[in-house]
């Protein structure tokens, strides 16, 4: 499926964009129209149109909302009416998309509009949200919901900041590594080639290529500028289509340490998402809608999707769990469990404290093996341009002891 970035007009005449995933483009515009929205433009977007982040908007941190929530819960606790709840929050926000957005839902709640609807018509806020509020508001218990969200997205954003500093370290140092090689490259090898030239004799192979990529990088720089950008340019294409975005997730997952941190992060978050939403006396199937376009890699995303119409057949969730071979024993041994008991939301919620915490120990382990691998890597760059430099030299001394 190929995703299509829009802007359109909803029933109050607000504009709204986003993105859409469909088989081609009269799918897309007819799936808008099908929700009431009127198309004011719609394209053909690449993978980083899509509105990714634990299924957040752009422009909202999952952090943020979790801070909302937890405002929410206080000041419906002292009792304070919504709409002035609404106003408060509007002044306390700092971030301006949250602060538009607030202001939005309160002139549609006072305009008669419920909670739920008026933070679904922003855009703004992510699914999961909206049907808790919407669930709570049809049940009395607002401020319960408000207090599920908040402690569910301080757990997804406990989870992407740990993913986030597991990945941060080699970053860095990958980047330095480039530094030091260009700057080397640039600068110290060239003052050593007149030199060595000067030498009048045949020099080390090892030596004759450094001093060739360094006057390919002074030279002809442009050519790995080039390169490189054919390079992004290529995986962006390659990663806009179905087979690429496929492709992608599976590599991802094949990676030794990396993919079993992807998997466990997945875990988590279906189990947190899934537990949340059946608490709030959500139906399964709807529960598993939207725990789906919750995951980031494209093969959970499917895989639950997929599971979502077995369930609605009459199929037990943990039997098509188990089918896409994705999931740990430990989920679907613990959702059947859950089944039998009729306790489904509490075994869910105990697997996503237990993945949490494997989470963690995922990106200690990603960052202890990454560490010593790029120290090794760049050593061996370095250690190579300095032998370059100096078997030349120590020849030359070795000729001369020898006169």
């Not at 609404?86 to 419920?114: I, R, W």
């Not at 089918?323 to 430990?330: N, Q, W, Y």
């Amino acid at each position: 499926m190929a995703n299509f970035v829009y802007n359109v007009l909803d029933s109050s005449g607000k504009t709204k964009k986003g993105s859409v995933e469909a088989e081609n483009l009269e799918q897309a515009q007819l799936m808008l129209k099908k929700e009431g929205l009127t198309v004011i433009s719609i394209d053909q977007g690449s993978a980083l149109d899509k509105d990714i982040s634990f299924g957040m908007k752009k422009g909202i941190k999952p952090r943020e909302f979790s801070v909302l929530c937890k405002q929410f819960v206080s000041i419906l606790q002292a009792g304070v009416p919504i709409i002035s709840a609404l106003e408060m929050l509007y002044e306390q926000s700092v971030n301006p998309t949250l602060k538009q957005a607030l202001m939005d839902v309160k002139e549609d709640v006072q305009k008669g509009e419920s909670l739920a609807n008026a933070m679904d018509r922003t855009g703004e806020f992510p699914s999961i949200l909206i049907n808790m509020i919407a669930a709570g508001e049809a049940s009395g218990s607002l401020e319960i919901a408000f207090d599920r969200m908040a402690t569910h997205f301080e757990k997804d954003a406990r989870i992407k900041g740990m993913v986030k500093k597991a990945m941060i370290y080699p970053c860095v140092v990958l980047v330095v590594m480039v530094v030091v090689i260009i700057i080397m490259m640039v600068m110290v090898i060239p003052n050593f080639v007149g030199m060595f030239n000067d030498m009048g004799t045949e020099l080390p192979a090892i030596t004759r290529f450094v001093m060739a990529a360094s006057d390919f990088v002074i030279n002809r720089w442009y050519i790995l500028v080039g390169i490189v950008a054919g390079l992004i340019i290529a995986y962006k294409s390659f990663t806009a289509g179905d087979y690429g975005k496929h492709v992608v997730a599976r590599i991802t997952l094949a990676i030794p340490i990396f993919g079993d941190m992807v998997t466990k992060t997945a875990c988590s978050r279906f189990s947190r998402t899934l537990s949340t939403l059946m608490a709030a006396g959500m139906s399964l199937i709807d529960a598993i809608d939207i725990t789906a376009k919750t995951m980031d890699n494209l093969l959970y995303k499917e895989a639950l999707m997929d599971t979502k119409e077995q369930v609605a057949k009459g199929i037990p969730l943990s039997q098509p769990l188990i089918e896409t071979g994705l999931f740990p024993a430990m989920i679907c041994q613990m959702t059947q469990i859950g089944e039998e008991t009729g306790n489904i939301e509490e075994m869910l919620t105990k697997c996503a404290d237990y993945y949490d915490e494997e989470v963690e120990l995922a990106t200690q382990s990603l960052s202890a093996a990454m560490e010593p691998i790029i120290i090794v890597v760049l050593a061996g760059v370095v250690g190579v341009i300095v032998m370059a430099v100096m078997q030349p030299m120590f020849t030359m001394y070795s000729a001369m002891d020898n006169l």
